[in-house]
């Protein structure tokens, strides 16, 4: 594998996207007919237009060579292949070490909606870890998010495992907190609060 994969949600960029929009075009409507009513609306809108993009643009799995990253709302943590215990996808990727469960933000299993349009052949060719008791959860299949994740995590895995060098990668869990993304979430948050109740 040698380029690392960048996973991002198709209907969180989606939805971020179109909620950005609308915040920024709301922020010139208001502005336009009433700049004090508009300027009292900033706070709302920037921090509708901020946590949509902090939980639905943002977040990220980046697989390569020797670790799976996972960015989320709050924290992105690094898991080395080496302390990957399992792999799940019930709800979302979510990939076990012996101390922590770390669940992806960006790889969300699909809804009951969506397991209608699902195609018999998104089932087929998995790697064999995907597998259990003979069947694969619908957040394994390729056309989900939580799946096409899940396939280039296990497939790497799988290999490192296969050729015995799943040692060699055991480095440690390594987890970041987003101080940038709290602390202006909590600034636009005391600037809403500032606006209503001043």
Same mark, same amino acid.
């Given at each position: 594998?040698?380029?690392?994969?960048?996973?991002?949600?198709?209907?969180?960029?989606?939805?971020?996207?179109?909620?950005?929009?609308?915040?920024?075009?709301?922020?010139?409507?208001?502005?336009?007919?009433?700049?004090?009513?508009?300027?009292?609306?900033?706070?709302?809108?920037?921090?509708?237009? /901020?946590?949509?993009?902090?939980?639905?643009?943002?977040?990220?799995?980046? #697989?390569?060579?020797?670790?799976?990253?996972?960015?989320?709302?709050?924290?992105?943590?690094?898991?080395? /292949?080496?302390?990957?215990?399992?792999?799940?996808?019930?709800?979302?990727?979510?990939?076990?070490?012996?101390?922590?469960?770390?669940?992806?933000?960006? =790889?969300?299993?699909?809804?009951? &909606?969506?397991?209608?349009?699902?195609?018999?052949?998104?089932?087929?060719?998995?790697?064999?870890?995907? /597998?259990?008791?003979?069947? #694969?959860?619908?957040?394994?299949?390729?056309?989900?998010?939580?799946?096409?994740?899940?396939?280039?995590?296990?497939?790497?895995?799988?290999?490192?495992?296969? =050729?015995?060098?799943?040692?060699? &990668?055991?480095?440690?869990?390594?987890?970041?907190? &987003?101080?940038?993304?709290?602390?202006?979430?909590?600034?636009?948050?005391?600037?809403?609060?500032?606006?209503?109740? #001043?």
């Amino acid at each position: 594998m040698p380029e690392a994969h960048v996973l991002r949600p198709r209907f969180g960029r989606f939805l971020a996207g179109a909620v950005m929009i609308v915040c920024a075009a709301a922020a010139v409507v208001l502005l336009v007919q009433s700049p004090v009513n508009g300027v009292a609306a900033l706070p709302m809108l920037g921090l509708l237009a /901020y946590v949509a993009w902090a939980a639905y643009w943002r977040p990220s799995v980046r #697989v390569d060579d020797d670790a799976v990253t996972v960015e989320n709302v709050f924290r992105t943590i690094r898991v080395p /292949y080496g302390q990957i215990q399992r792999i799940d996808t019930r709800f979302a990727l979510t990939l076990f070490t012996p101390e922590r469960r770390i669940v992806a933000w960006a =790889a969300p299993a699909p809804g009951r &909606h969506k397991l209608m349009t699902i195609r018999r052949d998104q089932a087929e060719h998995l790697p064999e870890s995907s /597998y259990v008791a003979g069947t #694969v959860r619908p957040g394994d299949l390729t056309g989900s998010d939580s799946g096409v994740a899940a396939y280039i995590v296990r497939t790497r895995w799988e290999q490192l495992r296969d =050729a015995g060098t799943l040692d060699a &990668h055991v480095g440690a869990v390594d987890v970041r907190l &987003h101080t940038v993304t709290i602390a202006a979430g909590a600034a636009l948050v005391a600037a809403l609060a500032l606006a209503l109740f #001043v």
